[in-house]
């Protein structure tokens, strides 16, 4: 069994900051730090797209969309993966999701961004909101 918490979302002013946390419970048989894991977002009335992955080399792949903008990384030891947002847009209003997948490599899609069916655990969410 699985688990992940995300936190760290709020109500932002446009051009601030914000750094999103999810921290992974495991039980046996999951090893932290081999698998693939990312970031997702949906936004109200939109399908949920994947925005940041790192593969389990620590390589790390961006949509379009959030490049230059977005950092993932994780700390292994804490069992924790990180989202740091800068330069928030309202466009960037949405709930994000952490996923971990069972993959070493997570597979992108169009836009750049892990594809959401390599992912075997969610977490619940948390709400970023961006006002202008």
């Known amino acids: 069994q699985v688990q992940l918490v995300e936190s760290g979302g709020g109500s932002v002013q446009a051009g601030g900051s914000l750094e999103l946390s999810c921290v992974v419970s495991v039980a046996s048989g999951y090893n932290f730090g081999t698998y693939c894991m990312g970031w997702f977002r949906q936004a109200a009335g939109k399908q949920r797209e994947g925005v940041a992955v790192?593969?389990?080399?620590?390589?790390?792949n961006y949509a379009d969309s959030v490049k230059g903008r977005f950092t993932i990384s994780k700390d292994d030891a804490k069992k924790t993966l990180y989202l740091q947002i800068n330069n928030l847009k309202p466009e960037d209003t949405a709930m994000y999701y952490c996923?971990?997948?069972?993959?070493?490599?997570?597979?992108?899609?169009?836009?750049?961004?892990?594809?959401?069916?390599?992912?075997?655990?969610w977490g619940k969410g948390t709400l970023v909101t961006i006002s202008s």
């Open positions: 996923a971990v997948s069972y993959n070493f490599y997570c597979a992108i899609d169009s836009s750049g961004g892990p594809a959401e069916n390599q992912m075997s655990y």
């Open positions: 790192i593969q389990h080399k620590g390589a790390t």
